[in-house]
């Protein structure tokens, strides 16, 4: 098991950059055992995928409506994940959130992630 706390969202403008972070806690399985995913989901929408990292941070998947715009990364000595976000669009606001899963592969769905964080607010005005 793993606990998870996003942080970095706010209210920006379209075009502005933003930078999540995911903290994980972990008293089990270290922190690079876990494949670590992004997801968002907006008012009245379903939860997507957004990015994901396998466990060595030398893989990504990212969804086509954020691929070139977004990067996932993670530092594993500091048991952390990141959303770099950049050319933001109105699109993009939505409560984002982190999740992990103890997997070899990287997943788009969200029923594959056992973990997962509270979320932090992305707001993007137009």
């Known amino acids: 098991q793993v606990q998870l706390v996003e942080s970095g969202g706010g209210l920006v403008q379209a075009g502005d950059s933003l930078r999540l972070s995911c903290a994980a806690s972990?008293?089990?399985?270290?922190?690079?055992?876990?494949?670590m995913g992004w997801f968002r989901q907006a008012p009245g929408k379903e939860r997507e995928f957004v990015a994901a990292?396998?466990?060595?941070?030398?893989?990504?998947d990212y969804a086509d409506s954020v691929k070139g715009r977004f990067t996932i990364s993670r530092d594993n000595a500091k048991n952390t994940v990141y959303l770099q976000m950049n050319s933001l669009k109105p699109e993009d606001t939505a409560v984002y959130y982190c999740a992990g899963t103890l997997s070899s592969a990287i997943w788009r769905s969200a029923l594959e992630y056992r973990n997962w964080g509270q979320g932090t607010q992305v707001t993007v005005s137009s």
């Open positions: 972990t008293r089990t399985f270290t922190f690079s055992n876990y494949v």
């Open positions: 990292i396998n466990r060595g941070g030398r893989s990504t």
